[in-house]
C-alpha cells in the first residue's frame, strides 16, 4: 500500500490567516488526493491533482504536487471556523488499498 | 500495522438478489467505520458512517432501505446492498481508524457487479 505522511501534526491558526500543510510519500504516484475528516465523521474527498500537474485550485484551496521530491501542499486561504478539522493525503499509484497517515489536525480559532 | 480486511474482493449476482460487504479492523477495535462508494476514475464519496450498537448515519442521498448497514460488533461492519440493480454495480469500500481522527486505514474494496 501507498502511504502519505502529513506535517505538520497539529496546526492552530485565527480565523482569516491561511493555513499550509504539506504530505510527503515514497512511491511513484499516478495522482494525489487531499481529504478532510471531521471529528467523529468520515473522510471527505477535497481535491485531486494528477501526477502531470503542478497546481490545482478549487474555491480557497490551492494543491501543489512535486513529483520530484514526492511532496504536495495544501493551501487553504482565509481560514475559517468551520475549516477546523484534520486533513490527510491520499498518494494513488497501483495499489488499491489506501493507507493515510496520521493527518494534520488544524483547529481554526474565531 | 493496523488492517483492515473486506470481504469479498468482487461478486457478480443477478439483479434483484441482495449481496452482503464485511469490514473487519484486524487488530484494533472500531466503535466508528465508513462506508465509501467509488465510481470509475472517480474520488470516494462517503455513503454512510456505521456506529457500533447503533444505527449508521447516511449522507445525503443515499438510501438507508437500500444500503443496510450493521456495526454489531466492534471488529466488523457489513453493507447489505438490498435488491442489487446494474447502476448499483461500483466499487465499495470501508474504512476504520484505531483512534477516531488518525491513521485512517481502507479496506482492499469490493467491486460489486450486477447483471
Known amino acids: 500500500s501507498q502511504q502519505g505522511e502529513e506535517d505538520p501534526q497539529a496546526l492552530s491558526i485565527q480565523e482569516g490567516e491561511n493555513a499550509t500543510m504539506n504530505c510527503s510519500y515514497k512511491?511513484?504516484?499516478?495522482?494525489l488526493q487531499w481529504y478532510r475528516q471531521n471529528s467523529g465523521r468520515g473522510l471527505v474527498h477535497l481535491i485531486l491533482?494528477?501526477?502531470?500537474?503542478r497546481e490545482k485550485h478549487s474555491g480557497r484551496l490551492r494543491v501543489t504536487l512535486d513529483t520530484s521530491k514526492k511532496s504536495s501542499s495544501l493551501l487553504i486561504t482565509a481560514s475559517r471556523a468551520a475549516d477546523t478539522a484534520s486533513y490527510f493525503c491520499?498518494?494513488?499509484?497501483?495499489?488499491?488499498?489506501?493507507?493515510f497517515g496520521s493527518g494534520t489536525q488544524l483547529t481554526v480559532l474565531p | 500495522g493496523a488492517v483492515v480486511s473486506q470481504h469479498p474482493s468482487w461478486v457478480i449476482c443477478k439483479s434483484g438478489t441482495s449481496v452482503k460487504i464485511e469490514c473487519r479492523s484486524l487488530d484494533f477495535q472500531a466503535t466508528t467505520m465508513f462506508w465509501y462508494r467509488q465510481f470509475p476514475k472517480q474520488s470516494l464519496m462517503l455513503m454512510a458512517t456505521s456506529n457500533e450498537g447503533s444505527k449508521a448515519t447516511y449522507e445525503q442521498g443515499v438510501e438507508k432501505d437500500k444500503f443496510l448497514i450493521n456495526h454489531a460488533s466492534l471488529t466488523l461492519s457489513t453493507l447489505t446492498v438490498t435488491s442489487a440493480h446494474p447502476e448499483d454495480s461500483s466499487f465499495y469500500i470501508c474504512s476504520a481508524s484505531p483512534t477516531p481522527g488518525q491513521n485512517v486505514f481502507f479496506g482492499s474494496g469490493t467491486q460489486l457487479s450486477v447483471l
Open positions: 491520499a498518494p494513488s499509484g497501483s495499489a488499491r488499498q489506501l493507507t
Open positions: 491533482i494528477r501526477s502531470n500537474e
Open positions: 512511491t511513484s504516484i499516478n495522482n
